[in-house]
């Protein structure tokens, strides 16, 4: 089975998209998310410039041998560009192979381990009072579990509080807009959230929280202490862990279960985090972290050492990435969450999927592949739009962490 063909596919249904497509000379194809947001064009560029023009004539179903001739060949390794574009022919390949079989995906992986995957929806308000209210309409949707952020007083902005409750798109400019953080008025003010989220709803939902790389590791030691009483099911991205020892101090001072990963690219970006056990949820991606192939690495090193898989699943990655992260979920045995952050309207239309939400829970579907498609006309009408991601200044002006 020869690929004849893979073409890049960029659309806009309110946000940017970047999708490949991969074509064998006995008519199957698949498709794969190579979605980077503020930085989509540097994974067409790579992938139209350097990738594709060595995949045609390969064998479609050598699915390792060609990931590996793409992370080894390339003497220029990892980095979110090279494993965005290797996870996008990974996934396609994936895609191919199990309508080849015609089988959904995750029992090409080995069957389903669960039910369905259970998911966590996004609550946020400007004060406590409008975050519990959005807790509330998750509930009532059937959420098992929530992530809540809230608004800091004396902060004109926040990470993860949005006008659009149900489709937060941070990437929101054609050049960064700034905002402002204190982490003083953060770590005094959070703490109060949580506890008014358990005095409304008491302890029968999971509540998580993402601090979003803000703070040392000494503060999110308090942080993840002063926590405790409200049993978070995660505290998230705590820190900045380009050193991977800073989770350690945090680990060393608060039970509160840790979760980080979704900018990492390949095992080795949290190795030590799993082999010493400093955290207990993986946030890696297919579409960022080297498609099934080397997600699949990443589990099962983990669950030798207690961690469990909690992908990424922000709106910024398309739903084909969801549709094999879902079939992936499925399959894993070390399972914990998936974030799910629902697409717009527009961008269901363009990718029509598989895969359905009931009573917390999302299942792939069982259609042949990962059970997502894309509808190249629809996505044709919606160009490219520059859009960055924020950038973030302490109140004295310094640089930090977004």
């Given at each position: 089975?020869?690929?004849?063909?893979?073409?890049?596919?960029?659309?806009?249904?309110?946000?940017?998209?970047?999708?490949?497509?991969?074509?064998?000379?006995?008519?199957?194809y698949?498709?794969?998310?190579?979605?980077?947001?503020?930085?989509?064009?540097?994974?067409?560029?790579?992938?139209?410039?350097?990738?594709?023009?060595?995949?045609?004539?390969?064998?479609?179903?050598?699915?390792?041998?060609?990931?590996?001739?793409?992370?080894?060949?390339?003497?220029?390794?990892?980095?979110p560009?090279?494993?965005?574009?290797?996870?996008?022919?990974?996934?396609?390949?994936?895609?191919?192979?199990?309508?080849?079989?015609?089988?959904?995906?995750?029992?090409?992986?080995?069957?389903?381990?669960?039910?369905?995957?259970?998911?966590?929806?996004?609550?946020?308000?400007?004060?406590?009072?409008?975050?519990?209210?959005?807790?509330?309409?998750?509930?009532?949707?059937?959420?098992?579990?929530?992530?809540?952020?809230?608004?800091?007083?004396?902060?004109?902005?926040?990470?993860?509080?949005?006008?659009?409750?149900?489709?937060?798109?941070?990437?929101?400019?054609?050049?960064?807009t700034?905002?402002?953080?204190?982490?003083?008025?953060?770590l005094?003010?959070?703490?109060?959230?949580?506890?008014?989220?358990r005095?409304?709803?008491?302890?029968?939902?999971?509540?998580?929280?993402?601090?979003?790389h803000?703070?040392?590791?000494?503060?999110?030691a308090?942080?993840?202490?002063?926590?405790?009483p409200?049993?978070?099911?995660?505290?998230?991205?705590?820190?900045?862990?380009?050193?991977?020892?800073?989770?350690?101090?945090?680990?060393?001072?608060?039970?509160?279960?840790?979760?980080?990963?979704?900018?990492?690219?390949?095992?080795?970006?949290?190795?030590?985090?799993?082999?010493?056990?400093?955290?207990?949820?993986?946030?890696?991606?297919?579409?960022?972290?080297?498609?099934?192939?080397?997600?699949?690495?990443?589990?099962?090193?983990?669950?030798?050492?207690?961690?469990?898989?909690?992908?990424?699943?922000?709106?910024?990655?398309?739903?084909?990435?969801?549709?094999?992260?879902?079939?992936?979920?499925?399959?894993?045995?070390?399972?914990?969450?998936?974030?799910?952050?629902?697409?717009?309207?527009?961008?269901?239309?363009?990718?029509?999927?598989?895969y359905?939400?009931?009573?917390?829970?999302?299942?792939?579907?069982?259609?042949?592949?990962?059970?997502?498609?894309?509808?190249e006309?629809?996505?044709?009408?919606?160009?490219?739009?520059?859009?960055?991601?924020?950038?973030?200044?302490?109140?004295?002006?310094?640089?930090?962490?977004?």
């Open positions: 089975m020869k690929i004849i063909e893979a073409k890049v596919i960029v659309t806009c249904p309110g946000r940017n998209f970047v999708t490949l497509k991969i074509i064998t000379d006995q008519g199957l698949g498709i794969g998310d190579a979605t980077l947001n503020g930085r989509e064009l540097s994974v067409v560029s790579y992938l139209e410039d350097h990738v594709i023009p060595c995949l045609i004539g390969r064998d479609a179903s050598r699915i390792e041998d060609i990931w590996q001739y793409l992370y080894r060949g390339c003497y220029w390794r990892r980095g560009v090279t494993m965005s574009a290797i996870s996008a022919v990974d996934t396609a390949l994936w895609d191919i192979k199990a309508k080849a079989a015609n089988m959904p995906l995750y029992q090409l992986l080995g069957g389903a381990s669960r039910e369905g995957v259970m998911v966590y929806g996004h609550a946020n308000g400007n004060d406590i009072e409008e975050t519990k209210e959005e807790v509330s309409k998750y509930i009532e949707l059937g959420y098992k579990a929530i992530r809540a952020q809230t608004g800091i007083p004396g902060l004109p902005s926040t990470y993860g509080v949005s006008k659009d409750k149900m489709y937060y798109e941070p990437a929101d400019g054609a050049l960064p700034e905002n402002v953080w204190s982490t003083e008025k953060y005094d003010h959070t703490p109060k959230l949580f506890e008014a989220l005095n409304e709803f008491g302890f029968e939902h999971h509540l998580l929280h993402d601090v979003h803000r703070l040392t590791p000494i503060e999110a308090r942080l993840g202490k002063s926590l405790e409200y049993r978070l099911f995660w505290m998230e991205d705590c820190v900045a862990a380009d050193n991977q020892e800073s989770l350690r101090r945090v680990r060393e001072h608060t039970v509160t279960p840790l979760a980080i990963g979704e900018i990492f690219n390949t095992v080795w970006d949290c190795k030590t985090l799993i082999e010493q056990e400093l955290i207990d949820y993986i946030r890696t991606t297919v579409v960022h972290a080297g498609g099934i192939s080397h997600l699949k690495q990443i589990a099962g090193f983990a669950a030798l050492h207690h961690v469990k898989m909690g992908c990424h699943g922000a709106t910024d990655l398309s739903p084909v990435c969801m549709g094999a992260s879902l079939n992936f979920n499925l399959w894993v045995p070390n399972f914990g969450v998936q974030e799910y952050m629902r697409h717009t309207e527009e961008t269901d239309a363009v990718f029509p999927h598989a359905s939400f009931k009573d917390g829970y999302l299942h792939p579907g069982d259609k042949p592949g990962h059970g997502v498609e894309i509808d006309a629809l996505a044709a009408k919606y160009p490219y739009k520059r859009a960055f991601l924020p950038v973030n200044r302490k109140e004295d002006g310094t640089m930090w962490n977004w």
